[in-house]
């Protein structure tokens, strides 16, 4: 667009509910960096900020996509090698309940004589 008239754009206010918008002055715009701070910007440094930022989240994209591919590797070199259980073998279960994991610490008043707590394991 034209530098020296307005530039009309749309803003996200969040959760995709977009308002159209104008800014009277297009030479110099706010660029969000994060955290809830942003830099006002020439319009070159704004796009030489985007393309740095842009570059980054690239590098980061395809660092966790690699991280993501050697995980499902090894999920399925760990699935090929295992054996299956012999046939008519129970599945596997926990030797605790899920709802006693991690057991609560209690303190009682008096240790030693309720024998729920940790401090109360070894005999009155």
């Known amino acids: 667009q034209d530098a020296a008239g307005p530039l009309h754009t749309q803003v996200d206010l969040g959760c995709n509910f977009f308002v159209s918008a104008e800014v009277p002055d297009p030479q110099r715009v706010f660029v969000a960096l994060g955290f809830g701070f942003f830099a006002e910007l020439t319009l070159p440094e704004a796009l030489r900020h985007l393309e740095r930022r842009s570059s980054l989240l690239q590098r980061l994209?395809?660092?966790?996509?690699?991280?993501?591919?050697?995980?499902?590797?090894?999920?399925?070199?760990?699935?090929?090698?295992?054996?299956?259980?012999?046939?008519?073998?129970?599945?596997?279960?926990?030797?605790?309940?899920?709802?006693?994991?991690?057991?609560?610490?209690?303190?009682?008043?008096?240790?030693?004589?309720?024998?729920?707590?940790?401090?109360?394991?070894?005999?009155?």
Not at 92 to 104: I, N, S
Request: net charge positive; proline share 20%.
């Open 61 to 124: 994209s395809d660092s966790l996509t690699r991280d993501g591919a050697k995980i499902r590797a090894h999920i399925r070199l760990v699935l090929e090698v295992t054996p299956p259980p012999p046939q008519g073998t129970p599945p596997r279960v926990l030797a605790m309940p899920l709802t006693c994991w991690p057991r609560p610490l209690t303190l009682c008043p008096s240790p030693r004589a309720c024998g729920s707590c940790r401090g109360c394991r070894s005999p009155p």
